[in-house]
């Protein structure tokens, strides 16, 4: 079996046949986080739970164009990227530096019992039924923000849990667990914070990756073109690592996320088709291999002693979620030579998705357990790594950038179309004067019919593409 066997499915097998998706919509959700106002009470709980440092980030502007060529790289038969330098991917040491979050402990599996109702969750750990507000097992995130944004003056210790929790499921919602839907936060994630010191104990940013891994994954296949998970992470790894459209630091914090918070350059450079040329071009001098190392001083020592994990290859488990951490792949990360590394275990067929997600469930906890144990060490190659170069080309999709300059002027109108519906998404048009509410409401619908004729433009070459597709499919199966 070939190590890319997706790669019918994969975005690439369209972008080299002039099928572009454009840039991806990214729904991680930080920009309305500033209205939690968290008292001295709240903070210690918050602390206790394992958030003290992550709450600290709060929102970070995404590069949309910068995510989705990164995206375009992703391999989720291997949970790598695949750049002209070799494998590289975001380890679990990279997690707990860039977030704060502990990437050692009990994994976060967050599996309600079946007969548990999800009002009565809410009435016993929000105490408050949230009525209209719930989904299934899925309250909407205007109803927690409106509901408990602020702790009231005089709250009892019951009410400022309450409150707490609400934040807490809240933040997680929004970011590390932000699915492709937003607007809504599963009820779920209360019982791992009905208590606090327990939800402490838990390898909050090992579910993080996870979770990450699996949007990545999904988000790379050709058929999608929305990502959730906590795309603050992959976009800070990126301007680690790599040397494209990478902002100044002036600033050192822990979490290293806040390294680059507020100097993302401006929004009308975020260009797809230059990040993929950047890529593809990506020379090994303009990647930082192990970008960290000058930073660690400010780094707390809970931190630093699980670094190690980094070099784990193990399984990383979140709700609802297993995947594959392999550092192996990567070693260059670890300041490491890289040889031809060895066979990755197939993944499940989705079809069978619950009956397979039960089986890695009752496996990977015991993998999880000897994290410790599977380091992986030097695989030795005495610096040459000629071998494994000539390896990696053999495998791999070369490069993605077509020089298409009408489809890159659609594409950036596109872009530009969709940023502007994230940030109207999040205004409340009940607030506005009634003639900025029809200004707006004007633009959403130009800007709608602008999409229709990039639409358009895109069914008017169907057939030409559908051909060199075939074709690239041909070229590919020899």
Excluded at 92 to 112: N, Q, R, Y
């Amino acid at each position: 079996m070939p190590v890319l066997y997706e790669q019918d499915k994969h975005v690439s097998s369209a972008i080299l046949t002039g099928q572009e998706r454009g840039v991806l919509r990214c729904q991680e959700r930080t920009s309305l986080l500033h209205h939690w106002k968290l008292t001295k009470e709240q903070i210690e709980l918050v602390e206790k739970a394992g958030f003290g440092w992550f709450r600290l980030i709060g929102s970070i502007s995404l590069n949309n164009s910068l995510i989705s060529a990164l995206v375009e790289r992703w391999r989720r038969e291997t949970n790598t990227f695949h750049f002209p330098c070799g494998e590289m991917t975001i380890t679990l040491d990279e997690v707990s530096l860039i977030l704060g979050l502990a990437v050692d402990g009990k994994p976060v599996v967050g599996v309600k019992e079946k007969d548990e109702d999800p009002s009565q969750v809410c009435l016993k750990l929000l105490g408050k039924l949230p009525k209209g507000e719930l989904s299934g097992n899925r309250v909407t995130a205007k109803w927690l923000k409106e509901s408990f944004a602020e702790c009231p003056k005089g709250a009892t210790m019951k009410e400022i849990e309450y409150h707490t929790r609400a934040y807490l499921i809240y933040i997680v919602g929004s970011t590390i667990f932000a699915t492709t839907d937003p607007s809504k936060i599963s009820v779920d994630y209360l019982i791992l914070f009905e208590d606090f010191e327990k939800a402490g104990e838990y390898a909050w940013g090992a579910a993080a990756l996870a979770f990450l891994y699996r949007q990545i994954g999904n988000a790379s296949q050709r058929s999608q073109s929305i990502i959730g998970g906590c795309l603050t992470l992959l976009q800070c790894w990126s301007y680690f690592h790599l040397n494209i459209d990478r902002p100044k630091r002036t600033t050192r914090q822990f979490p290293l996320a806040l390294l680059w918070k507020g100097r993302q350059q401006s929004r009308s450079k975020n260009d797809l088709f230059k990040y993929r040329k950047a890529l593809d071009d990506l020379d090994p001098s303009n990647v930082s291999w192990c970008p960290f190392e000058g930073d660690l001083d400010i780094v707390p020592q809970s931190f630093k002693d699980n670094l190690l994990l980094g070099r784990s290859r193990t399984k990383l488990i979140g709700p609802k979620v297993v995947e594959w951490h392999f550092p192996d792949r990567c070693m260059k990360q670890f300041g490491l030579c890289q040889v031809i590394p060895g066979e990755v275990p197939p993944r499940k067929n989705e079809k069978n998705h619950d009956e397979d997600l039960l089986e890695d469930m009752n496996t990977a906890d015991e993998e999880w357990m000897r994290r410790r144990e599977n380091i992986v060490e030097n695989g030795g190659g005495n610096g040459d790594e000629s071998e494994y170069m000539q390896w990696f080309n053999s495998i791999t999709v070369p490069k993605l950038h077509r020089d298409t300059s009408l489809e890159a002027d659609i594409m950036n109108v596109q872009a530009a179309i969709l940023q502007f519906d994230e940030v109207a998404s999040t205004l409340s048009l009940e607030d506005l004067h009634p003639e900025e509410r029809e200004a707006i409401e004007e633009a959403v619908m130009s800007m709608s019919n602008a999409l229709r004729v990039g639409d358009w433009y895109e069914a008017s070459t169907t057939n030409k593409r559908k051909r060199r597709e075939e074709q690239q499919q041909t070229d590919w199966s020899e």
